[in-house]
């Protein structure tokens, strides 16, 4: 006989009476024998699919600890040893997730997934055995199979299940930077949005204690996250979207502290992506950090104003700079350097940082000086601004000044010397848009549009031309 016809026979027996259930266990043998066919393995997990079908229908298969009345000893023990057959067969089934076959994964997968679903028409979903089914499937690196599993995490208890099994997961595989990206996949994909506006009705109900127990562990779950080693793409994801779809669903956001400052102190496109973030705890949370405008400053590289993040930054650096309790050292500071290195910035760039500059002028009445020092200044020879000091308050900004708009007032763009002159003459108090909008792009089409207009021509047509006129410049032969 063969294994295919075996599988037949064992099935069939099992199904026509439950007493033959012990024939499960030949079953999970021929399932475990290598080099067995793709073919053979999917015929054995649909036999034990079938088997199940019939058997789930039993709460005393997923209840721990048999509750009946039942005292019958021998029940009670073949009830037990059906539950820790059961045990096996999806361990058994879940470990196929990984084969190198796709069609043995995705059977075992919906099998998997099937089985975890039929548990919870009496339970709710076991914390071991979904554990075990999530690591699987994110041991795959399979980024369709992540994206099936990220489908099924809506209701609450898949939500706290799935939490609670990617935090585990994270600090068991957290050496292993290859899978972070499919563990970040399910994690941004479990939506607590409408859970965390619950949260802050604060009614004693089961379901608010649920939605508490999961806000939690989502916090938990972030921390284990953020501690697994990420290629460079993903933590730059990361941190862009913290501010927006993570921090103002987690029920203390301060567990970020570290992750945000260590990123910040990196420096180059790490410290600019962390800005949002550390903007938040410190505005909302009273996050004390005293080196913040310091290591600000020491971003304003002339390299920043050539990144894609540059408006990003510029916007994030408008509202650090609005405080009027900032002293003037320190806003001059960033005034100076930003002008010495929009020289070297493209025009639509230099245009932002012309704007911002301006709104700090009408903010911030003691940097004026910058601009107009008045008839009383002594005369100098060389700017006391110290372009390679890290520290505002050493630079000697307010001794300087912007000369560098002299410069800029002759720039080849047009709007950029406009821009500067609203900057050296401001005829109100009025904050002006930074523009942010505009790339290089828009404003050379802009420009063009304003040039590309028909050249003047004579009112008049000619109705003939007469050659003698210029015969002796031109020959018409």
Known sequence: MSKMEQLSALTAKI??????????????????????????????????KKIYEKLQTNRWMFEEGDKT??????????????????NEVFSAITSLITSPHQQVQDTAFSISLSFLTAETVFVKLPRERTFLFIEQVLLTKNTDLVSK????????????????????FSKLHCGDQTLSDFVYQLLSAIDISELSQHQEEKQKTDASK?????????NS????????????????????????NVIPHMHNPKLL?????????????????????????????????????????????????????VARFIMMLDIFLKSPLLP????????????????????????????????????HPSVKRLVHRGKDHTAVRADPFSYAEEDPAQCNALQSSLWELEV??????????????????????????????????????????????????????????????????????
């Open 328 to 363: 003037a050292y320190l806003v001059a500071a960033f005034a100076k350097r930003l002008a010495h290195n929009s020289l070297q910035a493209p025009p639509h760039v230099v245009i932002i940082v012309m704007r911002f500059i301006t709104n700090l002028v009408k903010l």
């Open 408 to 477: 800029l007032a002759e720039h080849f763009c047009p709007a950029v010397p406009a821009v500067v002159k609203t900057l050296r003459k401001p005829t109100d108090e009025i904050l002006v848009g930074l523009g942010l909008e505009k790339d290089y792009d828009s404003l050379f089409k802009e420009y063009l549009k304003m040039w590309n207009k028909d050249p003047p021509l004579e009112f008049e047509e000619p109705m003939s031309f007469d050659q003698s006129e210029y015969s002796d410049i031109f020959s018409f032969n």
């Open 257 to 309: 502290i570290d992750f945000l400052v260590d990123s910040y102190n990196l420096g180059g496109t790490s410290s600019l992506l962390a800005l949002n973030s550390l903007f938040i705890l410190i505005t909302k949370y009273n996050l004390d950090y005293p080196s913040f405008y310091p290591k600000l400053y020491r971003m304003l590289t002339p390299d920043l104003l050539h990144t894609s993040y």
């Open 15 to 48: 199904l026509s009476d439950v007493s033959y259930t012990n024939e499960i266990v030949t079953i999970l043998d021929i399932l475990a024998e290598e080099k067995q066919s793709e073919i053979l393995i999917i015929t054995a997990l649909s036999s034990l």
């Open 149 to 168: 599993l990220s489908k099924e995490v809506s209701d609450l208890d898949w939500k706290f299940a799935a939490l609670k099994a990617v935090g585990r």
């Open 69 to 86: 009345e039942d005292k019958d000893k021998e029940v009670l023990e073949y009830r037990q040893w059906m539950r820790d057959t059961y």
């Open 210 to 218: 649920t939605i508490h127990h999961i806000c939690k562990t989502y």
């Open 221 to 244: 779950t972030w921390v284990l996250f953020l501690k697994m080693p990420k290629s460079r793409e993903l933590y730059h994801t990361i941190l862009s979207s913290l501010h927006e």
